[in-house]
């Protein structure tokens, strides 16, 4: 498969420069590489255009650019269009939901781990076993409440839920007793320790706004917020802060990592790591909800039971898939990419769903290594033919990257993205050459191969710096867990150069998103950019800070300038600001293209899907947390 990919590109590469020696070169200079609510807050979010329509707005705007990204972007809205139509037709001729069945999934990892403030790779068990105050969605652009019922913001620092009526825990936890404010305080109150004692992979932006919480009764919950956070609603669905019972947790030592059903959400383990399968039934003390709420239903959830399977090889897990044991094909990075839809477009039993995309891929630098050679960065993002990227690992659908998702109104226009980050290996050969590349790094540059994904962006990107920079790129291969200690590797211990980095963030705020890829106090900080005000500084010798300080702080400023002003207008520019500093300075993360359109393969079974850009993830109400699925076969 991979020599189509490759085919394909020198192909389109040739045709591209063909078309540039006709008269096209001055094109050639600017082409050239994670709220609303029930209450006050509503007006504390930009203007509430739906996010598929933004988007699509935006794949039109890139799609006038160039006329190979206009006819991939027109064969993509066709195929997007399409798969809703077969979707809503499906369902229309249907009987309408029913109760029961199986719904069977897989995933590549196995699980680390059990506990919703430690572990942020337990997508399944973490989205349907436990209670979380509201899920939101951006397809909608909505928050609907989950253990909230209703919630008001009586001003800007304050969030007052008032809990549903029914909630209670498992009757594996607590004993099945009633769910109250003081779990959910609980539950909150832990994440910080647990980010500091307990290596949490939860990221700090997610509880760090949280000051205090207020629990005058059973069914009220107070949050105080450190600072007005304009994304406080959107970032409250995030699986992370799933409400677990206190009883549980100190009976364990403090931690869940080792036990399961310590919720009370939807389900509930009936056995896990059998034969590499987890299994979940439904919680019989679940009482649903006091009214139907977008993917929330009154009632319990129609679905009986999920089925979850540990299956690592993509050929095997697509085997399963065609074979009716599995549900959803996913691809390893969250989505299927052209060529795999394609493939299984006409397949029986088998339905595309398509819509835009939220993720984000980042090129992230060792900061350390980079900060002081300047000329090097920007030789080091001139030397990749982004577009060629585009050609290569997307088959020709993608849109450039940037610091924001491409769903919110705040992301840079594709044609501004293409001015600030240009292919020019003329250019970026002469840097490298003044900068005294071959110096500074005499041994080449290293990057991480991660084996548990796919590693064409990797390859391609390495073969472009080979080709254009004239260095040589080590590949090292590692498997999930080596990765993830790579990366985060305190500074000066980092083995690599530079590294792809994707992860399955909280999709529903700029904030997080793709931005924190970028900021000191996000995953900035784990690629060693810091400032001396992180509030791990203490951590880090200051003559390492002092290298990174000036780089880092003008980021943070800005980023946190942004997370407080609820005026969309200015709020907009601000993120604006950001993103073309990012861009500009080179340093530490460059923004690598993505596909235009989210892709997932689902048996047709499955009714009521969420598309795109909710279908995958937890936060954004994905397909876990869609209580109002169903099987037609049931």
């Given at each position: 498969m991979a020599d189509g990919y490759w085919g394909k590109y020198w192909r389109r590469r040739i045709s591209r420069r063909r078309a540039l020696a006709g008269g096209a070169a001055a094109a050639a200079g600017a082409a050239a590489l994670v709220a609303v609510g029930c209450g006050d807050d509503d007006d504390d979010e930009p203007a509430a255009t739906p996010a598929a329509t933004r988007a699509a707005a935006q794949a039109t705007e890139a799609a006038s650019e160039a006329e190979a990204t206009e006819a991939a972007a027109t064969e993509s809205a066709a195929q997007a269009t399409e798969a809703a139509a077969t979707q809503a037709a499906t369902q229309a001729a249907a009987t309408g939901p029913r109760a029961g069945g199986t719904?069977?999934?897989?995933?590549?990892?196995a699980?680390?781990?059990?506990?919703?403030?430690?572990?942020?790779?337990?997508?399944?068990?973490?989205?349907?076993?436990?209670?979380?105050?509201?899920?939101?969605?951006?397809?909608?652009?909505?928050?609907?409440?989950d253990a909230a019922q209703s919630w008001e913001q009586p001003d800007a620092s304050t969030i007052v839920f008032n809990l549903e009526p029914n909630l209670r825990f498992n009757p594996e936890a607590a004993d099945g007793r009633p769910i109250t404010s003081q779990d959910i305080a609980y539950s909150f109150a832990r994440l910080p320790a647990a980010f500091t004692n307990l290596a949490s992979e939860?990221?700090?932006?997610?509880?760090?706004?949280?000051?205090?919480?207020?629990?005058?009764?059973?069914?009220?919950?107070g949050l105080q917020m450190r600072y007005p956070w304009v994304s406080a609603i959107p970032s409250l669905g995030s699986t992370s802060l799933g409400i677990v019972a206190p009883e549980v947790v100190e009976a364990n030592g403090g931690n869940l990592t080792d036990t399961v059903n310590a919720g009370g959400g939807a389900y509930m383990f009936e056995s896990r790591g059998r034969d590499g399968f987890n299994s979940y039934v439904r919680n019989p003390n679940y009482g649903g909800h006091s009214t139907a709420r977008g993917r929330f239903t009154k009632d319990p959830p129609y679905i009986d039971r999920w089925e979850d399977a540990h299956i690592t090889d993509p050929a095997t897990a697509e085997a399963r898939f065609l074979t009716g044991d599995s549900d959803i094909l996913t691809g390893v990075v969250g989505a299927i990419d052209a060529i795999k839809a394609d493939e299984l477009r006409d397949q029986d039993g088998v339905t595309i769903i398509s819509g835009p995309t939220n993720t984000h891929l980042v090129m992230a630098l060792d900061a350390l290594k980079w900060v002081p050679f300047p000329q090097l960065r920007e030789a080091l993002s001139l030397s990749i033919d982004w577009d060629g990227y585009i050609d290569v690992v997307h088959d020709g659908n993608g849109i450039r990257g940037a610091p924001v998702g491409p769903v919110f109104p705040e992301v840079l226009s594709q044609e501004e993205i293409r001015q600030l980050q240009q292919f020019d290996p003329e250019r970026a050969r002469q840097l490298w050459e003044q900068g005294g590349g071959n110096q500074v790094f005499p041994d080449g540059l290293t990057t991480l191969l991660a084996t548990f994904t796919d590693t064409r962006g990797t390859q391609?990107?390495?073969?472009?710096?080979?080709?254009?920079?004239?260095?040589?790129?080590?590949?090292?291969?590692?498997?999930?867990?080596?990765?993830?200690?790579?990366?985060?590797?305190?500074?000066?211990?980092?083995?690599?150069?530079?590294?792809?980095?994707?992860?399955?963030?909280?999709?529903?705020?700029?904030?997080?998103?793709?931005?924190?890829?970028?900021?000191?106090?996000?995953?900035?900080?784990?690629?060693?950019?810091?400032?001396?005000?992180?509030?791990?500084?203490?951590?880090?010798?200051?003559?390492?800070?002092?290298?990174t300080h000036e780089m880092g702080k003008p980021i943070q400023d800005l980023y946190n300038a942004q997370s407080v002003t609820h005026d969309p207008?200015?709020?907009?520019?601000?993120?604006?600001?950001?993103?073309?500093?990012?861009?500009?300075?080179?340093?530490?993360t460059f923004p690598v293209p993505v596909g235009a359109v989210e892709q997932h393969a689902v048996r047709s079974r499955v009714q009521n899907v969420p598309l795109p850009p909710d279908f995958k993830d937890n936060g954004s109400m994905g397909y876990r947390r869609a209580q109002n699925m169903w099987l037609a076969d049931a």
């Open positions: 719904m069977k999934v897989q995933r590549a990892f699980d680390t781990g059990y506990d919703p403030a430690i572990t942020i790779t337990g997508y399944q068990w973490a989205a349907i076993t436990y209670n979380h105050l509201l899920g939101y969605s951006l397809i909608e652009n909505e928050a609907w409440g939860v990221n700090p932006l997610q509880f760090a706004f949280m000051a205090g919480f207020d629990t005058p009764d059973d069914t009220t919950f391609y990107i390495a073969q472009q710096i080979e080709e254009n920079l004239g260095i040589t790129v080590k590949l090292e291969p590692v498997d999930f867990a080596t990765y993830v200690a790579s990366l985060t590797a305190p500074p000066g211990s980092k083995i690599w150069h530079f590294a792809l980095v994707v992860e399955n963030s909280l999709s529903t705020i700029p904030d997080y998103n793709a931005l924190t890829h970028y900021v000191p106090t996000g995953y900035g900080g784990a690629f060693g950019l810091f400032t001396h005000e992180h509030p791990q500084a203490a951590l880090i010798p200051s003559a390492v800070i002092d290298i207008e200015q709020r907009a520019g601000l993120l604006q600001q950001l993103q073309r500093l990012i861009f500009t300075q080179f340093c530490c």
